[in-house]
C-alpha cells in the first residue's frame, strides 16, 4: 500500500475503537481527516471536539455533530495523527499548525490513538522539523530564547518561520509558528520541558506521555503499537 492507503486503513481501524454515545476528540490532518470520513461513512452516534477550524469545517460538512472543549470537559477518546512517532509512542506533531489545540484536546482525553502510514515510525524524534509556536508580539525576540535552548542542548539549529504564500502563517489562535530542524533530538523530555519555559513559547510540538496507543498502516496491514 502507498502511504494514502495506509493513512486510510489506520483511520477505518480507529473506528472499531469507537462506540457510540461517546465524546470524541477529532485531531487535524491527512491521517486524521481519513478517519473522520471514516467515522461519517460508519454513522457511530459521537459528538466531537475538533483540533483546529479545518477539521470541524470537515465535521460540519459530514454532518458530525460537534461540541466546543469547554463544554466537553472529558473527551472519551481522542484520535490524532503524527508527523513522527518515536520510542515509548513519543511524537512530533504540528505539521499541520494545530500543535496548541491539539494538545489542549488530547490532555482532556481519557485515551489518545495515533494514527498514522509506516513512514512515521522513527528511532529517533527530530527528523521532521519541530514546531515551536509563539506569540507574534517580540517573536524575533522570543527566537534568540529558543535558539539558546536549543543550543544548550547540543542542537546548533536556526529555525526559520513558517510562511504561507509567502507571508507568515498564522495559527488558528493567531500565532505564529517557528520549524526547528533539530536531525536528532537524545533528550525529548528535557528539551520540552526547557521550551516551555521560554517566555512568548505557546506550545511545542512534542507530545510526550499522551499517546496509549498507536494504530499504523502497513504493507501488511494495520499494526497496533502500545507504549
Request: aromatic residues 4%.
Amino acid at each position: 500500500m502507498g502511504a494514502d492507503e495506509q493513512k486510510r486503513a489506520a483511520g477505518e481501524a480507529a473506528v472499531d475503537l469507537i462506540e457510540p454515545g461517546m465524546i470524541v476528540g477529532l485531531g487535524t490532518g491527512s491521517t486524521a481527516a481519513a478517519f473522520v470520513r471514516a467515522l461519517a461513512i460508519r454513522r457511530v452516534d459521537i459528538r466531537g471536539v475538533a483540533t483546529s477550524e479545518a477539521t470541524a469545517d470537515l465535521a460540519r460538512l459530514l454532518k458530525i455533530p460537534l461540541l466546543e472543549l469547554n463544554e466537553a470537559k472529558d473527551i472519551d477518546v481522542t484520535v490524532d495523527g503524527a508527523d513522527e512517532i518515536g520510542p515509548g509512542l513519543s511524537l512530533i506533531k504540528g505539521g499541520g499548525g494545530a500543535l496548541l489545540r491539539e494538545k489542549l484536546v488530547w490532555e482532556a482525553s481519557r485515551r489518545c490513538v495515533v494514527i498514522a502510514d509506516a513512514a512515521k515510525r522513527v528511532p529517533t524524534l527530530g527528523a521532521f522539523p519541530l514546531p515551536i509556536e509563539v506569540v507574534a508580539f517580540g517573536h524575533a525576540t522570543t527566537l534568540a530564547r529558543i535558539e539558546a535552548v536549543l543550543q544548550a542542548f547540543g542542537l546548533p539549529v536556526f529555525p526559520h518561520l513558517r510562511l504561507r504564500d509567502g507571508a507568515p502563517m498564522r495559527t488558528d489562535n493567531g500565532n505564529l509558528i517557528y520549524d526547528a530542524a533539530c536531525g536528532a533530538i537524545d533528550d525529548p523530555a528535557g528539551l520540552a520541558a526547557a521550551l516551555k519555559a521560554v517566555t512568548g513559547v505557546v506550545e511545542h510540538g512534542l507530545f510526550l506521555n499522551l499517546a496509549d496507543t498507536a494504530l499504523v498502516g502497513t504493507d501488511q496491514g494495520v499494526v497496533t503499537l502500545g507504549v
